[in-house]
């Protein structure tokens, strides 16, 4: 049930140089690192990004966790965390990965390889730079669902106060971890969120390429949509924006073709709360909390929506522009210029907008928002032809950056015909494990 796999051959013949961990002050069970992998031979060189966290099949070997005063549900929820992380990794490799490699979808962070149950010795033969004790001191860090997480480069010792409020004081010898690796971003990228907060919405168009960004953000969505698969975490700092020389680029869909010059690039990354139809539940996506409560449901426009959310936020005069917030409701604010150019996109029925601006003054996490809502506002797709309105088209296409959707590249289940069936089912069984393995020890 715990496997070793392995598709990490881009670092065959590699040098692994620069290697750094990066502080964290969230409570997510990864460590996360940055290198620079170069081939030599070749005279190639770029970045790359690691998630590292220790495999949900290794949490028995911890009988601290039984001994100690920690909550069944904290226990459940680091599981289901870990979980997700796995859950990520397949979606990028059986969903993220060939989207890009078949110039269907440029705007994803791309996927290099990934490892999953690897011993310590593997992990070090991976990263043969890598501090071995500063390695398992971050990898306790973890295990403990610490908030503050020192850099893997950092040398400083666990204070002796911290390890006695730990539950795992040290790590089992036959612990096994997972390791995801991306293309890191490039220097000159941005969030959205900084993005939007520089922003000055006047008129139409609050700059020449706003409306290339969003479109871009949208096409994204539904290329998500068609693969049946839903973000469910698109909000501001999950879409980097990168600058790039002015680029003519087309994108087809279903036949109908749009280009344009742009100066940014979208990519948009961390899937551990994602949904994928084929895939089953994630198990880190909670049905029961209230920001996340569909996730038992398939809805086209969920992701757009959210990321609309901001949009719209953004858009007001009033906005907090060094940290996100919106101003306080008041029932009697009408919308902005700008704003209803937004919600014109999103639907052309006034009362469904009167819903919308209502929603979007008190949350940017949809809180409030029921099920059936969704349906009043328009398909996806729709939304997609509706930002073209706003674009500044070109008759010329381009041959260079020029990226193709159909419905037809899909079979009923959402998965790309270019993909093995066989792959996703093996994914399947290996979910359902796991699922069964977390029930199984929760009860114990």
């Known amino acids: 049930m715990s496997d070793f796999v392995c598709d990490l051959d881009i670092l065959d013949n590699a040098s692994i140089t620069e290697l750094n961990g990066i502080t964290s002050n969230n409570v997510s069970p990864t460590d996360l690192w940055?290198?620079?992998?170069?081939?030599?031979?070749?005279?190639?060189?770029?970045?790359?990004?690691?998630?590292?966290?220790?495999?949900?099949?290794s949490l028995p070997l911890y009988s601290e966790y039984k001994k100690s005063n920690i909550?069944?549900?904290?226990?459940?929820?680091?599981?289901?965390?870990?979980?997700?992380?796995?859950?990520?990794?397949?979606?990028?490799?059986?969903?993220?990965?060939?989207?890009?490699?078949?110039?269907?979808?440029?705007?994803?962070?791309?996927?290099?390889?990934?490892?999953?149950?690897?011993?310590?010795?593997?992990?070090?033969?991976?990263?043969?730079?890598?501090?071995?004790?500063?390695?398992?001191?971050?990898?306790?860090?973890t295990l403990n669902m610490s908030h503050k997480r020192p850099s893997l480069t950092n040398k400083l010792d666990i204070k002796s106060s911290d390890k006695k409020n730990w539950y795992i004081k040290s790590l089992h010898p036959e612990t096994k971890f997972n390791i995801l690796l991306n293309k890191s971003i490039s220097d000159n990228t941005t969030r959205l969120s900084d993005y939007l907060k520089s922003l000055s919405y006047t008129d139409l168009s609050p700059c020449p390429y706003y409306w290339t960004v969003i479109f871009q953000i949208a096409y994204t969505c539904y290329t998500m949509y068609l693969s049946r698969m839903i973000h469910y975490d698109l909000h501001y700092n999950n879409i980097w924006i990168e600058k790039i020389p002015k680029t003519l680029v087309t994108y087809v869909v279903n036949d109908k073709s749009f280009s344009f010059y742009t100066i940014y690039k979208i990519l948009i990354y961390d899937f551990d709360r994602s949904y994928v139809l084929s895939f089953g539940l994630n198990t880190n996506t909670d049905p029961t909390s209230k920001n996340e409560k569909y996730s038992d449901k398939f809805i086209n426009n969920l992701d757009i929506l959210r990321c609309f959310s901001y949009l719209y936020m953004c858009a007001d005069p009033l906005c907090g522009k060094k940290t996100p917030f919106y101003p306080a409701y008041s029932p009697d604010k009408l919308p902005t210029n700008f704003q209803t150019v937004l919600l014109n996109i999103l639907t052309d029925n006034k009362d469904n907008q009167n819903e919308l601006h209502k929603l979007f003054l008190m949350s940017q996490h949809l809180t409030g928002f029921k099920y059936k809502s969704f349906k009043k506002i328009n398909h996806i797709y729709d939304i997609l032809l509706n930002i073209t309105k706003y674009l500044q088209l070109e008759t010329k296409e381009s041959i260079k950056n020029k990226y193709s959707i159909s419905k037809d590249y899909f079979n009923n289940d959402g998965i790309l015909k270019i993909i093995d069936p066989q792959q996703i089912l093996s994914f399947n069984t290996t979910q359902k494990n796991i699922i069964t393995f977390i029930n199984t020890f929760n009860k114990k």
């Open 34 to 57: 940055s290198s620079t992998i170069l081939y030599d031979k070749y005279n190639i060189k770029f970045k790359g990004f690691y998630k590292v966290f220790v495999s949900p099949y």
């Open 71 to 141: 909550s069944l549900g904290k226990l459940k929820s680091l599981y289901c965390k870990l979980y997700g992380l796995i859950y990520e990794i397949y979606v990028y490799k059986f969903i993220i990965k060939p989207l890009i490699e078949y110039n269907i979808c440029p705007n994803f962070v791309r996927y290099l390889g990934s490892c999953l149950n690897c011993n310590f010795d593997t992990m070090y033969l991976f990263l043969e730079n890598i501090n071995k004790k500063n390695f398992e001191r971050n990898m306790l860090h």
